[in-house]
Structures are given as structure tokens and as C-alpha cells.
């Protein structure tokens, strides 16, 4: 709903929008008074044609803006006066041609106030519209700018997320955990060249480990011990006994193979066993590797190897048991103990029990290397771990630029902004003159 108009014996307080039906119920203004500022347009363009002094450039600038007003043209008569010839001639025109086209606009705008109309209307026009959407303009900017902050800072805990994840993989990762450095907040993309070489060292280590664990005198012992109970068992008459009768019996050859020969090649491995194939692995540890060959490497061979270390134990712990539980009256097992060759009478609960907790560690040994060996080299879990910790960066990486991006466009849109502001001031100021100028005892 409109204000009221009110007035009062100095001033008359009329809406900006009812200012010039106001005027014009008053016939203070005529109804056509458009038309009248219209019939001078051409000669106006004309006019502003031919100022091409720099001293003009405000003039052009607003009438680009806004169009010219009543007191923007005495600005220029005033201008021209001083800048062309402002003798008269013997008829009371201006020797200047510009100095009477802007004289002649201004007589015609003067007619009938119809330069107040134009006033207001350049007035209304900045003010309701132009100013209001600069504004409105200003608001979308400064809720873009608050958006793109938001998204930044979304992105930024999100980042700082995945930095924590990636850590967290590493630390409980105990080979990557002593192979990559982790600083603060410092992530980096891990090569799967870097990343099968942490596990071929640790792997290496952990064959090492197990040969030793192997070759000790106490296993060698206990591989014999296997085979004269082996023996043993086949006999058919027990008392046809000796001592250093032969326990060669076809039970534990591989872990015999690797305790006499070591980590030896694959093709040693057929030659001595006379195998012609032996199933490969299904992932490489890498192109060039010489380690391939060999047999802890090889998955079928380890576990060949595995399955008697394991097949050990468990005949070991059943002794341990059957000697625990051993009784003098039990006359049968006397009899057979009694005529078992001496590396089967020499055993002991106590040395059987140390025999159990070393091989507990070899066996631990083994499933530390098949894990390891699942975790680098099996297919489909081979890069696993790697693609975890690199998708994580990856993605890290191209939040981190949109980041950048974002505040690139937010030091774009403060400009933007600064811009429309000075827009505003300048625009503010103008309709604040148009206003002051146009009125006079009208108030707005």
C-alpha cells in the first residue's frame, strides 16, 4: 500500500513512486512531458557526439549509465562556454554551434518543468532498479563467497580425514610402518615398485629367520626321531632292531631338502625330487626378480614345506603326550620302548616340550611369510592395502585443488564484490544529488 502524501505548510512528503502523478495533478508538470523530453533526444546524441574533449568523459559515462539530466546539461553548457567562443553574435546567438545545441535542449526541457519529470524519472530508474539489483546483486556474491567457504571447509575435514586414515593404515601396517615416513599432515602416493620392495625385504628377513629356526640341531634331531618311529612302526618284528640302521624313510623330504640345501632355485628343487613342473605362483614379485626361483617363494613348495613342519608338531606333541602319560606298569608300551633304537629312548617330556615350543615358531614363522606373501603377492589381495592408501591421496590430491580452485574464485568474487560496491556509492551518491536537486520543497 502507497504512503500517504503529506503536507504541511513547508514541505509536502510524497512516496518516490507518486511523485510525478503528483506533479502532474498539481499542473505543475503537463501529462506529455516525455514527449517533450523525447523531441530533443536526436539533438542531444548529437551533441554528445561532438564532445570529444576528455573533459567530457563523466558525461559520456553517465549517459551510458543513466542518461543525462537537467544538471548534467548545464555542466556541459557551462563547459563549452569556457571551452568554445562565448561571444554573441549580432542576433544573440552563440558564435559556438555546440553552445546553442545545448542551449536549445535546455529551453526545451525547461518547458513546462518537463526537466523535473526527467529527473525523477533518472531518479526512479537508479533508485527502484538499478540500485536495488546491484544490491540484490551484492547479496547473491556475498552468499556465493559463503557457500564456497562452507564447501572448504567441508572439503578440508574430509581431508583431514583421509590424512588420519592413511596413517592409521600405515602405523598397523608393521612393514609399511618402518618403510614410509609419516609426517604431520604430509601424504604421499606409494609406487608398486616401492611397495613389493618393503615386502621382499621383510620377506627376506623372514626367510632367513626360518632357516635358521630349522637348522638347528634339536630339529634335525626330531626330523630322525620321526623317521626311526616311522620305521619303527613298518617292522614286523620289533626285537630285529640296531642303532645305526638307517632312518631313511620318504617322510619329510622337503623340510629335509631345505635344512641339507638351503633357499636353493626351483630347477636344484626338480632336479633332486626328478619333478618335472611344479605349479607357479600367480603373481610375480616383479619382472626381474631372481627370487621367483626360489622355493620358499614359490607357494606350492612352501607349502609342501609347511605341511611338514606342521606334520612334525603334531607327532612331536602326540609324543610329549604318550611320554607324559607313560606308566612303568603299562607293559606292552616297556616292551616297545625297550627295543626302539636309542634316538626314540633318549627322548624326554622336558626335551620333547622344548622341541613343541620351537617348533611353535617356526610354524609362527611360516604363517607370518604366508601372510605377508598374501598381502603383497596373492592375486586379487596383491595391492589391496596399496590401492587403499593411494586411492585415499589420490582423492586428497583432488580435493586439495579444488580447494585452490574454490579460493581462486573467491578472491574473483571479492572483486566482483569491491566492484559492485564502489557501483553502489557511486550510484547512491548520484540519485542522492538527483534528490536533493529535483525536489525542492517535494521531500522523498
Known sequence: MNKIIEETKNQIIIP???????????DYIKSNWYNQ??????????????????????????????????????????????????????????NSDRVNK???????????????????RIYNSCHQFQLRNLKKDQQTINNYIKNI????????????????EWKSIIS?????????????????????????????????????QILDKIRTNEIKEAIQYYKAVENLTKKENIEDNEDNESNNTNVLINLDYLI????????????????????????????????DI??????????????????????????????????????????????????IRKQTSKSLLLLINQLKEIINSFEVFNETWLKAFSKGYQYEILNNLNSKVHLLHYQENKIEKNNQR??????????????????????????SNATGKVLI
Open 16 to 26: 518516490e513512486n507518486e511523485i510525478l502523478d503528483y506533479l502532474i495533478r498539481k
Open 149 to 164: 567457504e562452507n564447501s572448504n571447509t567441508i572439503l578440508e575435514k574430509e581431508n583431514q580425514k583421509l590424512i588420519n
Open 260 to 291: 641339507t640345501k638351503g633357499n636353493t632355485s626351483i630347477n636344484d628343487y626338480k632336479v633332486f625330487f626328478n619333478i618335472s613342473n611344479i605349479k607357479e605362483n600367480t603373481v610375480t614379485l616383479s619382472p626381474k626378480s631372481e627370487k
Open 410 to 435: 573467491i578472491q574473483e568474487l571479492q572483486k566482483i564484490q569491491y566492484n559492485k560496491n564502489e557501483c553502489i556509492k557511486i550510484l547512491q551518491s548520484y540519485t542522492d544529488d538527483l534528490k
Open 172 to 208: 598397523n601396517e608393521d612393514i609399511l610402518n618402518k618403510n614410509v615416513k609419516i609426517n604431520q599432515n604430509d601424504v604421499e602416493l606409494i609406487s608398486k615398485n616401492e611397495y613389493l620392495s618393503f615386502y621382499n625385504q621383510y620377506l627376506d628377513v623372514l626367510s632367513n
Open 102 to 120: 545545448s542551449l536549445s535542449i535546455k529551453a526545451n526541457w525547461e518547458t513546462n518543468n518537463c526537466w523535473i519529470s526527467e529527473t525523477i
Open 37 to 94: 523530453i523525447a523531441s530533443s533526444s536526436i539533438d542531444l546524441k548529437e551533441l554528445l557526439e561532438e564532445l570529444k574533449e576528455s573533459c567530457f568523459d563523466q558525461i559520456h559515462q553517465r549517459y551510458k549509465d543513466y542518461g543525462i539530466n537537467y544538471y548534467d546539461l548545464l555542466s556541459i553548457i557551462q563547459a563549452l562556454k569556457q571551452l568554445d567562443s562565448g561571444d554573441k553574435t549580432l542576433f544573440g546567438k552563440y
Open 294 to 343: 626360489n622355493i620358499l617363494y614359490n607357494n606350492s613348495i612352501r607349502n609342501h614345506i609347511f605341511t611338514d613342519i606342521k606334520q612334525l608338531f603334531y607327532f612331536i606333541s602326540q609324543k610329549y603326550q604318550e611320554l607324559t602319560n607313560y606308566s612303568n606298569t603299562n607293559l606292552i608300551a616297556s616292551y616297545i620302548l625297550q627295543h626302539s633304537p636309542a634316538i
